[in-house]
């Protein structure tokens, strides 16, 4: 898999300015070390018996962290930071990292924050800056949503975010957001190549699905999956406790089904998990609705988890996109609900049937401790990378480590459940419920 990757990071010059961060080049001296470009992560970790081809330096992944040597003198940075899409836990704990390791660790003292997504670089919306330090961002991870405000759309207007950047006179910029976000990060890079200005493009991937390809998770999902177990529990105590009970959630999941694998798996009360990946039929000899039916004659209850973006295949007829690109999906949840009253009111057995949407209360929650630990930890390697010069490069974490990753690696595809791979071999343990439920995939 690694040779179909370039992992070469781009570099705006030269780095010629000591780091003012004080660290040490000897191993086993008890002194934190400085990073080199040699330290390198390997993207394939499975291994076969026999001779394997070398890989060359292009196909390894350079490590992320503070490099004894960089290109920006702290005291001419201008940083800004941008954050866009929908709400995700976690934003507002990379904000307060990147703020404080610029301002702490290398005397950055100007930082703006871009209110309201890409949309707030464009001059007919008159949003403004917010700047940003210390004082103002020190409290903000204990708060859900994002500090500086986001917005979908905007990213296409690459000339006039260029244009505002250039008057704003920024060094370096910070993007959090997800697919479409970064998508525009590389536009706006490429533009600012084009211009030939000295300005580093440093993206921290943020999708709440975890559907970026090659990181092992996006900051947001953990605690997505922990809230989404506390919906599970009431979902399923409804159900317990009622004549043919069934609780229906719906979590996030637009082109993957990890919330929902994952949360099926931690919370041991899920009998069916339905997802984007895996091609089901409601009606049939081999179908959902027959095996919930038998589901409740066996048990009395049932726990359904479907992802937003199942059945979208029979569902969406017309395709129409939101300002940042996205499919406009139609609300399965809603469908499903109405299917199953539909089916079992025709074979007249009487159900109890609870059905909850907490997608937008999940989003817009704060980060737990463990994702607030990687928050932490993206937002540092973000601002080592920046003040390094390096350019045009995601965040993320690959093999629990933390790497610089090209924009263009990262975004040219999604990642999915593998339908014959271990997630949701688990998943198929944990509820039970048939590995396919499909009419000859109809």
Known sequence: MSESYDFSIEELGKRNIKSPIVMSTVEGDLIANYVTDNQLVR????????????????????????????????????????????????????????????????????????????????????????????????????????YLGSARGGGKEVGKIVDAIEQLNLNMLFTIGGDGTQHGTLDIAEEVDKRRLKIALVGIPKTVDNDFSIIDRSFGFNTAVDKAVEVVAAAHMEASSAIHGIGLVKVMG?????????????????????????????????????????????????????????????????????????????????????????????????????????????????ANPGDSIYCERLGNAAVHAAMAGKTKLIIGLVNNKFVHLPIKAVITERNRVDPEGDLWRDTLDATHQPALMANNFE
């Not at 018996?49 to 003198?73: C, D, H, N, V, W």
């Not at 507002?92 to 670089?121: E, H, P, Q, T």
């Not at 007829?317 to 499903?336: P, Q, R, S």
């Open 43 to 146: 993207l394939d970790t499975d291994a076969k018996p026999g001779a394997q081809s070398p890989l060359k330096k292009i196909q390894l992944m350079e490590s992320a962290g503070p490099r004894e040597m960089i290109y920006f003198t702290p005291a001419h940075v201008h940083a800004g930071i941008v954050s866009c899409g929908g709400l995700c836990p976690g934003v507002n704990d990379v904000i307060r990292a990147i703020v404080r390791c610029l301002w702490f660790r290398y005397g950055v003292k100007r930082i703006s924050g871009i209110r309201y997504g890409y949309k707030g670089f464009l001059p007919e919306y008159q949003y403004g800056i917010r700047t940003l330090d210390p004082d103002k961002v020190d409290n903000i991870h204990k708060l859900g949503g994002t």
């Open 254 to 366: 637009r082109e993957s089904g990890f919330i929902a694998a994952h949360t099926a798996l931690a919370s041991h009360e899920v009998n069916f998990v339905l997802i984007p990946e895996v091609t089901f039929n409601l009606e049939g000899s081999n179908a959902f609705l027959p095996y919930l039916q038998k589901r409740l004659k066996e048990r009395k209850h049932a726990v359904i988890i479907v992802a937003e973006g199942a059945l979208q295949d029979k569902l969406v007829t017309e395709k129409k996109y939101d300002e940042g690109g996205n499919l406009k999906m139609a609300d399965v949840g809603i469908y499903l609900r109405d299917r199953i009253i539909k089916y079992f009111g025709e074979k007249n057995i009487d159900i109890n049937l609870k059905y909850i949407d907490p997608s937008y209360i999940i989003r817009s929650a704060p």
